[in-house]
């Protein structure tokens, strides 16, 4: 049972990474490598608000989600925007790598390089389930894990903003005709993805610690799991976050910590390898249409 | 209605229309004609603001609207219907219409056109939650159609509105149009099928190579060697 | 240097002097140093020399095929500990560890290869990515093999049973950065290279020379890495302690940066890169972060702005000055015609036979049963409306796109379902409706590409400029020069295809596929974009190469060039053939003035 919550409670912050790593791809057919980076300064600011301006969770988290929402504009607008066709060129893999270090090293310039211990929601209090004892911060991150994407899901589904993202998503010229901005919903999506981010990292940090390398492996996990329920599909990605999380929590029963670390890893290749197809989303294969109609 | 002035469009560094000009009077139907790659669609997807001119102007109601953004052009009354009817396989028929009112941000307007539209396309209202992705043919280019119309536009422009479609169903879509015209709507079309395009039309061009070789009313075009030698080449 | 009719590199010719010059101070630079630098400017060259050779290894894979891997640190420390473990454990000599170290990384290449010829971009980004995380883990948690994160302690270098001093470990190294640099050289200035760059630019085109593109891929990761490894036991015997965090993310970045800063895809690039990247962080010895932000805001940057690298930038900058009027005195050639691609008329009378053929998308029948005959030697037009399955046809005859059902038969020969790859060899050549070129070749080398199927020599004779090498370029390239003069082209050959016109960028387009001596060759609407005194030249031309006897298959919306041209007309219309004739049978056919013109029917 403790496993199985502490699967869930990782695979929620997978989950999340994934879903903002989808909302920039559906949008844009490309890889936010940067995104790790913008849930650690989520993390990072929501700790110094706390820390040295004494604010509370709540309000903490809400300055850390403005400042990823800028970051993450100032990102689109400086590394992927002029970039022109993002299909027909990889410079976008460059520049978010390129952000993504200097995130990582503001950060270290910043807050300096000892991890510092967060603060857990309600305290840390332990809760007996089942006969486990379990952190309510847990049940609290699977809980606005679940939250989010339902939401996410409704908006996508539902209202006028949604139906615009997957027109943009499906044909973006064809968006322009409608009289949808696709550079506007673009930045939204990015926008979204920041908030995201930065609830992510507060999530996490009382697990990992606030530190400017904090998401260094967890990072890597979250493209596997965007991996795993495909790329532009955050349904999917959602789901394939929750997964890996109970497939690394049931295999590290039985391996040593080592190597439960390398799983995610080996099951993402294994993924792109062998089933690229089955993970792709009808959208993203679209994009790419095959090569008979490209001539 | 719409008045272009020597328009030129090129795509990188080659020309593909040469200091072009025609107009479109208010409330009638004209027809670009010519083979393939004689230019029409580039000039349509200029005129919507897709593709940036190199030189030329193309002014609508008075204003000039040479460097207007596709999304304000939808506003001011322009829609286009593009090549291949190009709607969102993925969303539902509603949501399509529902796209297709983007710009409109009154519900009541939105609600009002819509059921316009499904007095006018039955097939689409029976259709209405159905993938746009298993219309047929043509419902699809119904469907582009009454995309197009939700926002009330004044000039509608489509390109090529019978490509892959079965000629029974092309003769439908026409009678649309026809029907559209009297609604008091203005139509640039842009066809292969010229006889199908000329019936309706009051004036027609005549592109060859992105130029304008020949401009006239339906009779005088139809009548002309000019048409039979840009599609068919000197027999 | 081998002399092709037009020099590699016009500006090479022009300051070949100043560049002889340069590189003997290089060299002679690079013998004296240790004499006169200190200690640490010594070690500082040292790990410059390792570096370039990492760097040029990493930029035949990612800058010359186009293969954006994350990898390059894991490769470099896998050599790294293979070779340490082999000499260290095993007791086994430097060289051996060294072989071992290049086993080692080329099996890590073949996994990563192993996705790399189906999945683009961001997918070989996360599996190398991965990769790296997992040859960290490896190196971290396996204690017994790898000490672990303590590191790992060599003995002394020594070669032969002699031990190295710092000095002589300066020429071992800088010896095998001359050795590593010729190789690249070699390799690079042989078709080998020039596929490369083919399969970066345009997978479908280069398929269409003769191009095996998961082949070429799998080879230039495995080069590659190889490379990469004889640096890494380099590194690991030099350094003689050796810790997984040498081999994590940032040296990947850094070695990213490098190619980045340099250049892809050029021979100095990785050399000039790895020298500014090294000397950045000299400056900022107080603060690494302020060093990484530095690296970070180059990466973003220097990808927007200088997409080229500095050697871009100074090739750009030459040929500017050069305005590629230079090209070498030809000497007095033969008049040349188009008879040399005379082809016998042997086979039987239908050259291309297309029985049945069809090819549905999803629920739409693109192609349905379409029968198709072509007879040897003549021009057969295919025509119909926007949409009516042409271009899809033809793609199914060419093999860039395979049929649901029905076959084609060339030459008497099933060839349904072939690669294009595989028709190239067997006659059919083909020209594209949206142009193809390779866009970082001239257009003497595109040309020359279309002949790449008669190369014979091997990579062993590439490297080491074999005669057979030598032979065979020249001829290449002089037939290249000859055909580009049969089209008119031949002033443009230093050029770079994108400053061409459409028109002329279709002309050397058609010359490609001349070069490749074919029986049937395939035009893709040639038309599309060109003014009416172009269409006029061209239409010219494939007169000129169906009176040689090649058989030409044409898509093309330009009615007068069809008409006065053709020999046969196909007309077809929903992806069904609708009439089929002779020019004058089909040009009064009621049928296709209906299909085109939307015409009633009236003479019944």
Redesign the interface.
């Known amino acids: 049972m403790q496993q199985l919550i502490f699967g869930l409670a990782n695979g929620s912050i997978y989950a999340l990474m994934a879903l903002a790593i989808g909302m920039v791809s559906s949008t844009t057919g ?2 936010n ?1 940067a995104h790790a980076s913008v849930v650690m300064m989520g993390a990072m600011v929501s700790w110094w608000m706390m820390v040295i301006y004494g604010l509370s969770y709540i309000p903490a988290l809400f300055v850390a989600i403005a400042v990823s929402i800028v970051l993450n504009i100032v990102m689109y607008e ?2 992927v925007k ?2 022109g066709d993002l299909q027909d060129n ?2 976008w ?3 978010l ?6 995130l ?3 950060a ?2 910043l807050f300096g390089t000892e991890p510092q211990a967060f603060p857990y929601l309600f305290g840390g209090k332990m809760v007996t389930f089942f006969g486990a004892n379990i952190m309510l911060h847990e049940l609290m991150m699977i809980t606005i894990a679940v939250v989010i994407g339902v939401v996410y899901q409704t908006i996508i589904k539902k209202t ?1 903003f949604g ?2 993202v ?2 943009v998503a ?2 973006p ?9 696709s550079e506007k919903i673009i930045l939204s999506c990015f926008a979204m993805a920041g908030a995201v981010a930065a609830i992510g990292g507060a999530l996490i940090a009382p697990i990992t610690f606030a530190s400017y390398t904090m998401t ?2 967890i990072g ?1 996990k979250g ?2 799991a965007a ?1 795993l329920g495909g ?1 532009g599909n955050t349904k999917g990605a959602f789901i394939g976050g929750f997964i890996l999380g109970l497939i690394e929590a049931f295999i590290s029963i039985f391996v ?1 910590a ?2 439960k ?2 799983i995610s ?2 099951i ?2 294994i993924v ?2 062998f089933l ?1 197809e089955g993970i792709m989303s ?2 993203f294969f ?1 994009r790419n249409l ?3 109609e ?2 | 209605m719409l008045k272009v002035d020597s328009l030129t469009i090129a795509y990188g560094k080659t020309e593909v229309v040469h200091h072009v000009s025609f107009d479109v009077k208010k409330g009638s139907v004209v027809t670009i004609a010519g083979a393939n790659g004689a230019g029409k669609s580039t000039i349509l997807n200029t005129i919507v603001g897709l593709h940036r001119s190199k030189e030329g102007s193309i002014l609508y109601k008075g204003e000039d609207i040479t460097r207007t953004a596709p999304d304000r052009l939808v506003s001011k009354g322009i829609r286009l219907v593009p090549e291949g009817r190009q709607i969102f396989a993925e969303h539902t028929v509603e949501e399509n219409m529902l796209l297709g009112a983007y710009v409109e941000k009154d519900a009541k307007k939105i609600r009002d056109r819509m059921d316009q539209m499904y007095d006018r396309f039955p097939r689409l209202k029976e259709r209405r939650k159905q993938i746009g992705g298993t219309l047929s043919g043509g419902e699809q280019q119904m469907l582009a159609i009454a995309r197009a119309l939700m926002t009330g536009p004044d000039l509608l422009i489509l390109d090529e509105p019978s490509l892959g479609l079965a000629p029974i169903i092309v003769k439908d879509v026409f009678k649309l149009l026809t029907e559209i015209k009297q609604t008091g709507v203005t139509i640039l079309l842009v066809e292969q099928m010229v006889d199908n395009a000329l019936s309706i039309s009051d004036y027609a061009y005549v592109l060859e190579t992105g130029n304008i070789v020949f401009s006239g009313t339906k009779d005088e075009v139809k009548n002309s060697d000019d048409i039979v030698k840009a599609y068919l080449g000197n027999v | 240097m081998p002399s092709f009719s037009t020099e590699t590199c016009p500006l090479r010719k022009k300051y070949s002097l100043w560049f002889t010059i340069l590189k003997l101070a290089l060299l002679f630079i690079c013998l004296a140093f240790p004499f006169m630098a200190g200690n640490y400017y010594l070690r500082f060259a040292i790990v410059l020399f390792i570096y370039i050779i990492v760097s040029i290894g990493y930029d035949i894979s990612s800058g010359y095929c186009g293969m954006l891997t994350l990898s390059a640190a894991a490769i470099f420390g896998a050599g790294a500990y293979a070779s340490a473990i082999t000499v260290t454990t095993l007791k086994m000599p430097f060289l051996v560890g060294m072989l071992v170290a290049m086993v080692v990384t080329g099996l890590i290449s073949f996994l990563i290869s192993l996705p790399a010829y189906k999945v683009k971009g961001n997918y070989l980004a996360l599996i190398s990515l991965g990769i790296l995380e997992i040859v960290q883990r490896i190196l971290n948690d396996w204690t017994s093999l790898t000490h672990g994160a303590a590191g790992f302690f060599l003995p002394p270098w020594s070669i032969f049973g002699m031990n190295l001093t710092d000095y002589a470990k300066y020429y071992v190294i800088f010896f095998f950065l001359i050795l590593i640099m010729l190789f690249e050289w070699g390799l690079i200035k042989s078709h080998w290279g020039r596929d490369f760059i083919a399969v970066k630019n345009d997978e479908i085109a280069a398929s269409g020379v003769g191009i095996n593109n998961r082949k070429f891929k799998v080879i230039a990761l495995l080069i590659s890495s190889m490379i990469i490894g004889v640096a890494g036991s380099l590194y690991a015997s030099y350094s003689e302690f050796i810790s997984p965090d040498t081999f994590g993310f940032y040296l990947t970045i850094f070695i990213l940066l490098t190619v980045v800063i340099g250049g892809t895809g050029t021979l100095s690039g990785p050399a000039i890169g790895v020298t500014i990247v090294m000397i950045i962080p000299e400056f900022f010895n107080a603060s690494p972060d302020l060093k990484q932000i530095v690296f970070g805001g180059l990466l973003i940057i220097l990808t927007q702005v200088m997409p080229g690298g500095i050697t871009g930038r100074i090739k750009e900058r030459f040929r500017a000055i050069d305005d590629n009027r230079h090209i070498e005195n030809l000497g007095d050639r033969p008049p040349i015609s188009f008879e040399k691609y005379r082809v016998n008329a042997d086979g039987p009378e239908n050259i291309l036979e297309v029985k049945n053929l069809t090819r549905r998308f999803g629920g739409l029948t693109a192609v349905g049963n379409l029968d198709l005959e072509v007879k040897r030697g003549t021009v057969h037009s295919l025509i119909g409306p926007n949409g009516a399955g042409k271009t899809t046809t033809v793609n199914l005859i060419t093999g860039i796109d395979k049929p649901s059902e029905g076959s084609v038969i060339f030459n008497g020969e099933d060839i349904t379902g072939m690669e294009p790859f595989d028709l190239v060899k067997r006659g059919i050549a083909r020209t594209y409706q949206h142009v193809r070129l390779f866009k970082d070749l001239r257009v003497i080398d595109n040309v020359a590409m279309g002949g790449r199927i008669y190369y014979t020599y091997g990579l062993a004779g590439a490297i080491f400029h074999s005669r057979k090498k030598r032979k065979e370029e020249k001829e290449a390239y002089l037939e290249a020069y000859d055909c580009l003069k049969l089209i008119g082209l031949e002033s443009k050959s230093n050029f770079d295809p994108g400053s061409l016109s459409t028109g002329q960028q279709k002309l050397v387009e058609i010359a490609r596929a001349l070069c490749e001596k074919p029986k049937l060759m395939v035009l893709d609407e040639p038309c599309a974009g060109l003014n009416e005194t172009e269409v006029e030249e061209l239409s010219e031309i494939i007169k000129k190469i169906r009176d040689v006897g090649i058989t030409v298959l044409m898509i093309e919306h330009h009615m007068s060039i069809v008409m006065g041209i053709s020999d046969y007309i196909t007309v077809i219309d929903y992806g069904k053939k609708i009439a089929e004739g002779t020019t004058a049978e089909v040009s009064v056919d009621p049928v296709v003035r209906k299909a085109y013109l939307g015409e009633e029917v009236t003479a019944c």
């Open positions: 490309i890889v490598f400086t590394c002029k970039l990889v410079g893999i460059i520049t790598f390129g952000a993504s270090i200097i990582d090293n503001i270290r310039m006028r139906r615009a997957r027109a499906f044909r010229a064809t968006s322009e005709l409608m009289g949808i901005k260094y492996s890597l493209f596997a991996v790329f040593p080592g190597i670390d390398s890893f080996v993402m290749i792109i390898i690229p009808a959208k679209n095959s090569a008979a490209k001539v």
